[in-house]
């Protein structure tokens, strides 16, 4: 039986591995941006508070909502009394100690305010729904954040290809140079300068190098990953398409982003928030009608009845005389006595039981009310300019994206063509300079003139993905490649 319950609980912690390994790629897999932009969705430790401001949203909905509620106390106390005092439930001076019990029950609603509590209810609402917008705009961001760096990462992978590529060509260049030495057909300055280049360029691998882990480790940080050790991405094909680019205008892509981005849809609910606290504000200035109930009783120590009354002992003189000089009799009897009320019959006979309509008007309050609306006020037209503002920033955003987008092609184009100018003149260069028809520093600066054009035309291909991206983002679509 205990083999059974181990290999059971063996089975359940196996299952709860896989699943929790479940939430990442496995180890040594390449991430697609998918991936990348889920996990981080996920596990970024910004994303997690800001749902937890979703949560203290949605508290402060709640208790505006069971605000509309009656509330019920419970009070008791358990008090000794020394010295004169007047007892609550005999209403007689007592010297001794005194013992008073009071248990009690209260519940008091509010019937009117001005609408305040419905107007809180509204406002709560809003903000509850603004602060998910909020998170959406997070996840926005980072998402965008993810894509850039994800770029980075290919652009860093094609720029070391590239400079591993031009060490390799001279590489081959100080080979052949060296033989051509060691034959006595070259002279040894030659050598010296191609191997000035190729120190270059080994330089210029090395700093490659360096700038593609740097994006890893820029990118393994945004996913709150540890380290960036073993962590690899896909490497999609990319190409420069505009036809998306070119059917849709600046207009049209903000038309898109004003009715889906949260940020719109967040200031927008806010400014709603705002005109609901102006609400609320105002509703000081109403008179307010509340109903109140108890019901109560209690024990004193003090509170005493007759266990034993007087009994008729007889008649005595009691010292006066009649008008004729004859005795007057009284009649006498014992002392009574007395027992202290038991808890039960004090609980019962001290009852207390009220209820009551209570009305408060505001007269004067030293003008706190006014200033609240005018807070209320201000605070609606600052939220009334951030749509404003935050509309005008997302155009912004819009044009410049574009007119870059723009630019970036315009640039591509032209230097893929200057591309395969330039490789058609170095390759010319260096048959020229195989036969000895030009000295290394044309050969070290055709090489050079090659080399920066390939980088302009990386640069200029990435920064036209990244900026359609970002239009994309804009109209709604999913960042992908």
């Known amino acids: 039986m205990l083999l059974k319950k181990i290999k059971h609980l063996i089975l359940l912690l196996f299952v709860f591995t896989l699943s929790a390994n479940a939430q990442e790629p496995a180890a040594g897999k390449a991430w697609s941006l998918e991936q990348c932009i889920d996990y981080a969705l996920k596990n970024n430790n910004s994303i997690k508070q800001s749902e937890l401001n979703i949560e203290l949203s949605k508290v402060n909905l709640t208790q505006s909502q069971v605000n509309l509620l009656p509330n019920l106390n419970a009070n008791a106390s358990h008090s000794y009394n020394y010295g004169r005092t007047i007892d609550r439930f005999t209403n007689q001076f007592a010297t001794q100690q005194v013992l008073s019990q009071n248990l009690s029950l209260s519940s008091d609603i509010t019937l009117f305010s001005g609408l305040q509590n419905i107007n809180s209810i509204k406002e709560n609402k809003f903000n509850y729904e603004a602060s998910k917008y909020d998170v959406d705009k997070m996840k926005n961001d980072i998402s965008l954040s993810i894509a850039s760096a994800y770029l980075q990462i290919l652009y860093n992978i094609e720029a070391l290809e590239n400079a591993t590529n031009q060490m390799g060509i001279t590489g081959g260049q100080v080979d052949r140079t060296q033989k051509l030495v060691d034959a006595g057909a070259a002279a040894k300055g030659t050598l010296l300068d191609i191997q000035a280049q190729m120190a270059t360029e080994e330089l210029n691998v090395t700093n490659a190098q360096n700038n593609l882990d740097i994006s890893y480790l820029?990118?393994?940080?945004?996913?709150?990953?540890?380290?960036?050790?073993?962590?690899?991405?896909?490497?999609?094909?990319?190409?420069?398409?505009?036809?998306?680019?070119?059917?849709?205008?600046?207009?049209?892509?903000?038309?898109?982003?004003?009715?889906?981005?949260?940020?719109?849809?967040?200031?927008?609910?806010?400014?709603?928030?705002?005109?609901?606290?102006?609400?609320?504000?105002?509703?000081?200035?109403?008179?307010?009608?509340?109903?109140?109930?108890?019901?109560?009783?209690?024990?004193?120590?003090?509170?005493?009845?007759?266990?034993?009354?007087?009994?008729?002992?007889?008649?005595?003189?009691?010292?006066?005389?009649?008008?004729?000089?004859?005795?007057?009799?009284s009649p006498y009897f014992s002392s009574p006595s007395y027992e202290k009320i038991p808890f039960a019959d004090q609980y019962k006979d001290n009852v207390n039981k009220s209820f009551g309509f209570f009305l408060t008007i505001p007269i004067f309050n030293r003008f706190q009310t006014k200033s609240t609306i005018d807070r209320a006020k201000i605070q609606k037209q600052s939220a009334e300019l951030t749509v404003e503002s935050t509309k005008l920033t997302i155009q912004k955003n819009i044009q410049q994206a574009y007119a870059d987008a723009n630019g970036a092609l315009k640039k591509y184009a032209s230097t893929q063509k200057a591309l395969v100018a330039m490789e058609e003149s170095f390759k010319y260069t260096e048959q020229k300079f195989n036969v000895g028809m030009v000295n290394t520093t044309d050969y070290n600066t055709a090489k050079n003139k090659l080399t920066a054009t390939q980088s302009q035309l990386l640069q200029a291909k990435y920064e036209f993905v990244f900026k359609t991206k970002v239009l994309d983002f804009y109209q709604g679509k999913p960042l992908k490649f």
């Open 218 to 329: 820029t990118l393994a940080q945004l996913l709150n990953m540890k380290s960036a050790e073993g962590f690899t991405i896909v490497k999609p094909e990319l190409t420069v398409a505009t036809e998306a680019l070119l059917t849709t205008t600046p207009t049209q892509i903000y038309n898109s982003a004003v009715s889906n981005l949260p940020e719109i849809k967040s200031a927008d609910t806010k400014v709603l928030s705002a005109d609901k606290a102006v609400d609320v504000a105002w509703g000081g200035l109403s008179p307010k009608l509340s109903f109140s109930a108890s019901y109560g009783t209690g024990y004193s120590g003090a509170s005493e009845r007759v266990s034993s009354p007087p009994q008729f002992q007889g008649y005595a003189l009691n010292g006066d005389t009649t008008s004729s000089g004859g005795y007057v009799y």
